[in-house]
């Protein structure tokens, strides 16, 4: 459905991250169709420390625009790091309505590719809700899986080789309802076979909202230490 011109940000280096928010946010944030509901951005060759770190700044940014526009607060519900090396079926990751993800994968020698199902649109299309479709039609059942196929498109600048980000809107809001609606996508990803003595490294964050910037659940501390710690750990691992 998409191509890389529609969701692909190559920057040359972290500070110019300010210059990509616009973009970004609007490939994400979707009110409707005309956007793919995720982005991805390749990187420099970036240590792992800075490059967690630029993915807190993004956010940053990020929450800074979403505040501008809808008065609330975009924050964290969970950081995590960990080894990625399994075969996942199109899914949406367990949240509210309106939540995202920000996945930053490190270079790795592991294969995988990345694909992203528009299942907002194939509900809108059949005049249900998205929660109905995910009830009714639920991708991980391979019963289910087929209806996908017209709303699927690949990741296909998606690059093992690179640092990068991957933002994902992961709402199940309706089209159209009330002054916001943030239309979320399905995401899954292929690892042919693991690869035992490598590492395929996810720095995983979600981004929920919160009334006030008191109310996150990760502190900055939790924050800081998912930057600094090289530790590989499991969800919700820094708190």
Do not use: C
Request: negative net charge; aromatic residues 12%; without cysteine.
């Amino acid at each position: 459905m998409w191509t890389s011109a529609d969701y692909l940000t190559v920057i040359e280096e972290s500070s110019a991250l300010s210059n990509i928010v616009d973009r970004v946010f609007a490939q994400v944030f979707r009110r409707d169709f005309t956007a793919p509901g995720f982005a991805l951005i390749h990187f420099p060759p970036i240590h792992s420390r800075d490059f967690r770190q630029a993915m807190i700044d993004l956010k940053s940014m990020i929450a800074a625009k979403y505040r501008s526009l809808r008065g609330n607060h975009l924050g964290y519900r969970s950081v995590a790091r960990f080894n990625q090396q399994v075969t996942t079926k199109f899914h949406l990751d367990g949240a509210p309505d309106e939540s995202y993800l920000m996945l930053g994968y490190e270079m790795t020698r592991v294969p995988s590719e990345v694909s992203m199902a528009d299942y907002t649109k194939a509900a809108f299309e059949m005049g249900i809700t998205p929660r109905e479709y995910m009830e009714r039609f639920n991708p991980m059942f391979p019963m289910h899986a087929a209806r996908l196929v017209p709303y699927i498109t690949k990741v296909d600048a998606f690059d093992v080789s690179k640092s990068q980000i991957l933002i994902v809107n992961n709402s199940a809001m309706l089209f159209g309802s009330g002054d916001w609606s943030s239309l979320g996508v399905l995401h899954q990803a292929t690892i042919p076979h693991a690869f035992p003595d490598e590492a395929r490294v996810i720095n995983s964050t979600m981004l929920v909202v919160y009334d006030d910037a008191s109310d996150e659940l990760v502190s900055e501390d939790a924050q800081r230490a998912f930057v600094e710690s090289d530790t590989i750990a499991g969800a919700d691992a820094y708190r």
